[in-house]
């Protein structure tokens, strides 16, 4: 898990972040049993990929201007998919992503 006030200093640089929906709900893909929304940074890095994390759509969350602050605003959407949340890396493609969560991630039952 990533510690809080590296979290809290890798937000503070974003204003917003692209997550996908299916229909009016997070989506989230299933990595060896870990259950997890894939956010990104900027709209093109996620928008050629919808399906592949499971969803149909892009929603804009605005992190810095929320009021609930960018913690909460993680932390709900990780309660929504009873999961966990992933920011993709700058420049790094989904599949690449999704491939390296495979080979990083322990297998959970």
Do not use: C
């Not at 892009?58 to 602050?69: A, E, F, K, N, Y």
Request: glycine share 8%.
């Amino acid at each position: 898990m990533v510690e809080k006030r590296r979290l809290e200093g890798y937000l503070e640089d974003m204003s917003q972040l692209f997550a996908p929906f299916k229909g009016s709900h997070p989506a989230a893909v299933t990595i060896n049993g870990h259950r997890l929304i894939i956010l990104a940074t900027e709209r093109s890095e996620l928008e050629d990929y919808l399906e592949l994390v499971g969803g149909d759509r892009l929603r804009r969350l605005r992190v810095r201007d929320s009021q609930q602050g960018p913690e909460r605003v993680l932390k709900r959407l990780a309660h929504r998919v009873q999961g966990g949340v992933v920011i993709a890396p700058p420049d790094t493609s989904v599949p690449a992503l999704i491939e390296s969560l495979r080979e990083q991630l322990p297998w959970v039952q």
